[in-house]
């Protein structure tokens, strides 16, 4: 009865009919783009409710007989509402659980090929998702207003200022003016719950309208399939109501697993932590941030140089420079690895031996540079240090196209990728 009121009104059986048979290829390495889009379901949700508590303010207020930010303070008394501190740890977990999954996912593309032409556009909607992802959890770093938040974000804060041009711009459209000051929090809060979540939403609504028009990479083993069934046009299960049932067991499954880790595991506990003092504790980033940190402290202290109208230091080359370059890298893979027909399957990556040992490489030399994070416990000196990177970075690729070729050898090229 309902159905048929908004059937006459919506026609809402031409769109089942359209959409929710459409089918779609299934591969378990499929499930890593679900997984970053099911933790940013996660986030919105938790977030709801951290939001509606939280005071985006730094003016001091009393907390057990001390004067604290009202952030500082808002967050504490979260975590000391009933299940407040475990929707705090989901919200945290889940924000890693993203940042995870987009990686992964881009890895997975990345290595059977799913940028090749036709899909390239959505390659660059990719990165552009992923550079918001990192957005988000950096904005939402400095809102407990901790000790290690305010240090954290600092460091970001003389990077962007560090940039010749338009350093000083960037850095007030970011911070709202200088950090830390009473304008920066609110700023954050804006970006973190407003603008970050509404540009993710309309990025991953293009990523998907695009990823339907041009339809998904099969599987290999579905050109066996298509010819030996006679030319079908795509082999996988239709969105509704198989793919349906497969996401919601598969959101269901990621739930209990956050929800199991956050039980047990704290994170960012602001308690300990404290609010922001003069002193600045030794802090390391979370791990999606260490890379940076890593590779900043393998810079010498005093590289810098000077450039018409700025000048160019450690934490410019470090912070810019560095993820500048790694994300142009990223967004000229197209470019370098153009093929002439669209791309229907996913490729094989032992059959590509110089792409893979290209991201090979690159993997080892992202993880050598988060190990760098390390080198005070370590006890390296940054030369050395440099030293093994590029040695690590070099062995890798060197000894992974070496195997790859070798073994594309004596296998012949009777598999098309
Ligand atoms: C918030 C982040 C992201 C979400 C929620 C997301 C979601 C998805 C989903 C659900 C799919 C279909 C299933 C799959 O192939 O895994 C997909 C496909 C795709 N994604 Fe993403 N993605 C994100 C980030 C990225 C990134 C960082 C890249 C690469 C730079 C990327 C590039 C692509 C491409 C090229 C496809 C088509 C794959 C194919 O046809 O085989 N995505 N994405």
Redesign the pocket.
Known sequence: MIFKWFNERLEIDKFRAKFLSKTFPTHP??????M??FS?VTLVVTGIFLGLLYEPSTKMVALFGAMVPASYASVVKIDLLPMGMIIRRIHHWSAML?IA???A??T???F?S??RRP?EI??????G??G??MLAAFTGYLLPYSQFSVTATSIAYFISKSVPWVGDWTSRLLFAGEFPSDATVPRFFFMHVMLVPVA?LG??SL??LI?VK????EPPSNRWLKESEGGRKLIGIPVWPEQTVVSMSFYLFLLFVVVLIATYIPLNPVETYGPPSPGTPVMRPDWYFLPIYGFLKLIPGDLSFSVPGGKITPETIGGVIFPGFLALV?ALIPFLDRAKQDQHY?ANPLRRPFMTSFGMAGIVFICMDAVSGYIDVLHIAPAKMAVYVVFATLAAWGVSFGLLRSYNRKRGSDVKT
């Open positions: 390495t499929f499930l890593l783009g679900e970053a889009f940013f993203m999954a987009v990686l996912h881009l997975r593309i990345y059977t799913a940028y899909r959505n390659w660059f909607v990719g990165l998702l992923w918001i992802t993710l990025l991953i990523h998907m990823l041009q339809k998904h990479t990223l996913m």
